[in-house]
């Protein structure tokens, strides 16, 4: 259950695009299925990636929206686990699963949009605006680009434009919000994932009733963008 919110936090709301970006389902082993916006495990990924730092596990706002969406065709190699038949090349021979292709969904012109509530915002944006490595988003070549930085004050709210943020299951009760379950950390050696459901819809709502939300009331074209501030 979502607390609401009592008092008024300043945060920075920092926007980026990514010409294309692709996040992979991994509750679908064996199945190319790809989810419509960006897990918090990956944005703090790319947070860490910023800072230098082997994690950030940090509280924030999330929103993203896609203009458009496709089938790309990739080239995997299956590696040997046990090592018996080690790879060669970075290919095992055919015996062992050798080369084969998947179609991989991906996503065009993503906008993302993050909350970062301060201190750790301030700390954040610093290291953003000269990352310690590369921006991405989804694969290692799914570059992110920075375009824009504003100090905010999230204010708790009853009622906002939901739109494309991502919110926790009892956040809203939009009909066409669609319920995905997401990665929000993973470990920095990758053995352990915590997941949670969230509420994501692909279209724009208007004003809806909503629960344990703020509100930016200076997102540019939004009347009061409704943000959930997500816990790792």
């Excluded at 389902?25 to 910023?50: H, I, K, Q, W």
């Excluded at 991989?104 to 990352?131: E, I, K, N």
């Amino acid at each position: 259950m979502t607390t609401a919110p009592a008092e008024p936090v300043t945060a920075w709301r920092v926007q980026f695009h990514a010409p294309v970006a692709s996040f992979r389902d991994p509750l679908f082993p064996g199945v190319t299925r790809g989810l419509p916006v960006p897990p918090p495990s990956t944005v703090r990924g790319m947070l860490a990636a910023a800072t230098g730092a082997p994690a950030e596990p940090v509280v924030l706002g999330l929103a993203a929206w896609s203009e458009g969406a496709g089938l790309d065709t990739e080239t995997y190699h299956p590696i040997a686990a046990d090592g018996a038949r080690p790879a060669a090349g970075g290919r095992v021979p055919a015996v062992k699963g050798g080369m084969t292709i998947r179609d991989r969904p991906f996503l065009a012109h993503l906008h993302l949009t993050l909350w970062l509530p301060d201190p750790d915002g301030s700390r954040l944006t610093r290291a953003l605006r000269r990352p310690r490595w590369p921006l991405r988003l989804g694969r290692s070549q799914d570059l992110v680009h920075l375009t824009d930085m504003t100090r905010v004050l999230l204010e708790p709210t009853k009622k906002a434009s939901v739109d494309h943020a991502l919110a926790p299951l009892d956040g809203h009760r939009v009909g066409a919000a669609n319920v995905y379950r997401m990665a929000t950390t993973v470990s920095a050696d990758r053995l352990t994932t915590t997941w949670a459901d969230y509420l994501w819809c692909d279209e724009t709502t208007g004003r809806r009733p909503v629960h344990g939300a703020y509100r930016d009331s200076s997102c540019s074209g939004k009347e009061d963008q409704a943000v959930w501030l997500l816990r790792p």
